[in-house]
């Protein structure tokens, strides 16, 4: 199966070059001048979320093939099954940036939704 990754992407339909995005990308991954249409480069974009508030709604996620991804980035291995998950820019901005605490981001959706059902059954006595 082909590995997939998380990065943003700009809908150019709906931007409107306020610059906001390019200013908070640490990654020097949006391109564009002030007033023209933005773009994220994928292979630089590690999805920390940061230009996510976009005034007029024109970021979203995006999965594509993890090879479209040619810088080197860290990412957070499930403690359970070893799958590679988000990034470690993604974890550290959801805790410092959102508050989520560290521990949610320990598994990967898989084993979280496996552990949730098991806790479930283990309530329910069955
Ligand atoms: S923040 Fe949104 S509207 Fe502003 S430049 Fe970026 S994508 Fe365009
Ligand atoms: S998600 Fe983060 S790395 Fe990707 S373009 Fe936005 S600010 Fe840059």
Redo the contacts with the bound molecule.
């Keep these: 199966m082909t590995e997939k990754i998380t990065?943003?992407q700009v809908d150019h339909a709906l931007c409107i070059g306020c610059h906001r995005?390019f200013k908070?990308?640490?990654?020097q991954?949006?391109s564009g001048n002030p007033k023209e249409k933005h773009t994220?480069d994928p292979a630089?974009?590690?999805?920390?979320?940061?230009?996510?508030d976009c005034p007029k709604k024109a970021?979203s996620k995006v999965e594509v093939e993890a090879s479209v991804r040619t810088v080197e980035i860290a990412r957070v291995r499930c403690e359970c099954c070893g799958a590679l998950t988000i990034t470690t820019?993604q974890a550290d901005w959801g805790s410092r940036r959102k508050g989520v605490n560290a521990e949610a981001f320990k598994l990967c959706d898989e084993c979280k939704r496996r552990r949730m059902v098991g806790q479930a059954r283990q309530l329910m006595g069955c």
């Design positions: 990065v943003y995005c908070v990308c640490t990654y991954a949006v994220i630089r974009c590690m999805a920390c979320g940061a230009c996510f970021i820019a």
